[in-house]
């Protein structure tokens, strides 16, 4: 009561803090989101509301995609082999990956499996999709 009084005192005419409950701070809410390296590249797709997070292959394993969304939504997916996540884009229900090593991985989001791999003939360079659309076009480095 006390801190409320101040609070009226200082101007403040509404107690901010009757809005907070106690699962607002569940510890184990907070452990879920745990990543297990460092970020090396975001994706966000406005129109599912998601947020990718790829990361670096450190000794704990291969780099690893975090898929963050409303309501709990989350997923993980773990390169196939040993490299780091270089690009992560949205791609209407899929996630395309680019790692290292130069290889393409598409993953499915509703089943949360790998769909294809693919690897470029050359570096690439620049990538582009649309979260809304099927297609990704990808730079080369030779062109």
Same mark, same amino acid.
């Given at each position: &009561? *006390?801190?409320?009084?101040?609070?009226?005192?200082?101007?403040?005419?509404? %107690?901010?803090? $009757?809005?907070? +409950?106690? %699962? %607002?701070?569940?510890?184990?809410?907070? *452990?879920?989101?745990? =990543?297990?390296?460092?970020?090396?590249?975001? *994706?966000?797709?406005?129109?599912?509301?998601?947020?990718? @997070?790829?990361?670096?292959?450190?000794?704990?394993? !291969?780099?690893?995609?975090?898929?963050?969304?409303?309501?709990?939504?989350?997923?993980?997916?773990?390169?196939?082999?040993?490299?780091?996540?270089? @690009? @992560?884009?949205?791609? *209407?229900?899929? /996630? &395309? @990956?680019?790692?290292?090593? !130069?290889? #393409? =991985?598409?993953?499915? /989001?509703?089943?949360?499996?790998? /769909?294809? !791999?693919? =690897?470029?003939?050359?570096?690439?360079?620049? +990538?582009?999709? %649309?979260?809304?659309?099927?297609?990704?076009?990808? $730079? #080369?480095?030779?062109?």
């Amino acid at each position: &009561m *006390a801190h409320f009084l101040r609070a009226k005192q200082a101007g403040i005419q509404k %107690d901010l803090s $009757g809005g907070i +409950v106690a %699962d %607002d701070f569940n510890i184990e809410e907070f *452990a879920r989101y745990g =990543i297990n390296s460092q970020i090396s590249t975001l *994706a966000y797709d406005p129109v599912q509301s998601l947020l990718a @997070v790829g990361t670096k292959e450190s000794a704990y394993g !291969n780099g690893q995609i975090y898929v963050f969304g409303r309501k709990r939504v989350s997923a993980t997916f773990t390169l196939p082999r040993k490299a780091s996540v270089r @690009v @992560v884009r949205f791609c *209407a229900d899929k /996630l &395309m @990956v680019i790692d290292s090593k !130069n290889e #393409m =991985i598409l993953y499915s /989001l509703e089943t949360q499996t790998s /769909l294809a !791999n693919y =690897i470029p003939p050359s570096p690439v360079t620049a +990538v582009t999709t %649309d979260p809304s659309l099927d297609w990704a076009f990808l $730079g #080369m480095q030779n062109g």
